[in-house]
């Protein structure tokens, strides 16, 4: 999950937007006193935080953020239209983790998001894979759109896993084939395809993360 706290209703709805869009949950609050609530039912894994806001500014919830020692681990990523060396050095001595100045492009957004992630995935259990609303679990070798196991056969399983690991990564049908499916397995790529179209049909809402790379084959969540 990912928090962005944002005043201005067009910016932070293109953003929350799009992040959902690639499969990063993400929700949206105009100010602090919609965001701490929030704070108090889920902890995010990152945090996009606006300076300008209305009643507390974003430099004032990055340090209440940082002097609770439930809450001083979630990295936090200014956004914001201050662009001085300043500004930036106080909010990186405050604890921010990274900054980018308005106007920013989604492209650039989304790299930054997922770097961060990344720094922050090694904290958690390498058994467990959660990319948005999807959480697979290897040891119990189930797979949970939200709290809700879905009923995977085997090579869905398999193959959902390959590309949740590889996150971002193109297999063509060929390499799939011989990652998922058995050497020896001479049934053709089509058989890709059907299992791709019934796990996208299993994971319901979520069936856009796993995308068709034209001319070349599939991935999850894409770049």
């Known amino acids: ?17 799009t992040l959902n869009q ?4 993400t929700q949206g609050f105009t100010c ?4 701490w609530p929030a704070m108090e039912k889920e902890l995010p894994e990152l945090i996009l935080l606006d300076v300008m806001l209305p009643g507390e500014d974003g430099l004032l919830i990055l340090k209440m953020l940082h002097d609770d020692v439930k809450t001083t681990d979630i990295p936090v990523v200014m956004i914001t239209a201050k662009s001085t060396e300043f500004d930036k050095v106080k909010g990186l001595d405050l604890g921010a983790d990274d900054y980018i100045v ?8 989304i790299a930054r998001v997922r770097a961060r992630l990344r720094r922050v995935a090694p904290k958690l259990d390498a058994d467990v894979l959660t990319i948005g609303r999807l959480t697979l679990d290897k040891r119990a070798h189930s797979v949970k759109l939200d709290q809700q196991t879905l009923p995977l056969t085997m090579k869905e399983y398999d193959l959902l896993c390959l590309l949740m690991e590889n996150r971002g990564m193109a297999f063509s049908r060929e390499q799939l084939l011989d990652r998922v499916w058995d050497y020896g397995y001479d049934g053709g790529t089509r058989t890709v395809d059907v299992h791709i179209q019934t796990l996208r049909a299993k994971l319901r809402e979520c069936s856009g993360m796993i995308e068709t790379v034209r001319g070349v084959g599939y991935r999850f969540g894409g770049e």
């Open 1 to 17: 999950m990912i928090y962005y706290v944002e005043d201005d209703d067009s910016i932070r709805e293109l953003v929350v937007y």
């Open 22 to 25: 690639m499969g990063m949950e």
């Open 32 to 35: 602090g006193g919609e965001f």
């Open 102 to 109: 308005k106007p920013f492009g989604m492209a650039e957004l």
